[in-house]
């Protein structure tokens, strides 16, 4: 199992970015996935799901209505889409998959909201 983020970046408050993990090693369609983000000093956080068809999603409250995570199961890649980002959402973003009963992590990426 192989997950690469990326789309990570330096931006404003109020900007966008959207994230990408594109994933390979095992049937991605069969599977939910998840992004997390790990700020400097705290600890790792869920951020939103999504599940195997892409029909059910779900999100971390501090994120509702501000981030759309969803999924390419033709290419393999899962996205996260942040919209008026705030500066606490500066952090490690990184995307997780649960296959054959183990968590795999991509080796994150970083976003920085700052003026």
């Known amino acids: 199992v192989q997950l690469v983020e990326s789309g990570g970046g330096l931006v404003q408050p109020g900007g966008s970015l959207r994230l990408s993990c594109a994933a390979s090693?095992?049937?991605?369609?069969?599977?939910?996935m998840t992004w997390y983000r790990q700020a400097p000093g705290k600890e790792r956080e869920l951020v939103a799901g999504i599940s195997s068809s892409g029909g059910t999603t779900d999100y971390a409250d501090s994120v509702k209505g501000r981030f759309t995570i969803s999924r390419d199961n033709v290419k393999s890649t899962v996205y996260l889409q942040m919209n008026s980002l705030k500066p606490e959402d500066t952090a490690v973003y990184y995307c997780?998959?649960?296959?054959?009963?183990?968590?795999?992590w991509g080796q994150g990426t970083q976003v920085t909201v700052s003026s």
């Open positions: 997780k998959a649960f296959v054959w009963s183990a968590d795999y």
């Open positions: 090693g095992f049937t991605f369609r069969n599977y939910g």
